[in-house]
């Protein structure tokens, strides 16, 4: 790190030192200055979406005597042929759930469902 003065303040001047970083799109905004539509299959929707649930988590009172809550994670092998086809049979799965339980009476819950490319094995 340097140092320099301008205009009576101290600037510090750093290098990035990392291959790669990550910035979240909600910090600086979508890069290339336009706002596109969101795009519900798009992995820049997937991470704002990771981001509200962290906030949302977050926020939450741990002191509370119940948070009834729930987390599943799993692998699902699709042939690329019948990717469509998984994609349209997991939306209609869930409008049938927010159909059946989105009225305006009871608790609120938050469902965040989130599929995407697995990648490379992480150990």
Do not use: N
Not at 38 to 49: A, N, P, T
Not at 82 to 96: H, I, K
């Amino acid at each position: 790190m340097s140092e320099r003065r301008v205009r009576g303040i101290s600037e510090g001047i750093y290098q990035a030192a990392a291959r790669s970083y990550w910035l979240s799109p909600r910090l600086v905004g979508r890069i290339g200055g336009l706002r596109r539509a969101r795009d519900e299959l798009s992995l820049g929707h997937l991470l704002d979406l990771m981001e509200e649930v962290q906030a949302d988590v977050a926020a939450l009172d741990r002191a509370a005597p119940e948070l009834p809550s729930i987390g599943v994670s799993g692998e699902i092998r699709v042939p690329a042929e019948r990717r469509q086809e998984f994609l349209a049979d997991l939306r209609t799965t869930l409008e049938d759930l927010f159909t059946r339980y989105g009225g305006t009476e009871g608790d609120a819950f938050k469902l965040a469902v989130a599929c995407y490319p697995k990648g490379e094995d992480r150990d």
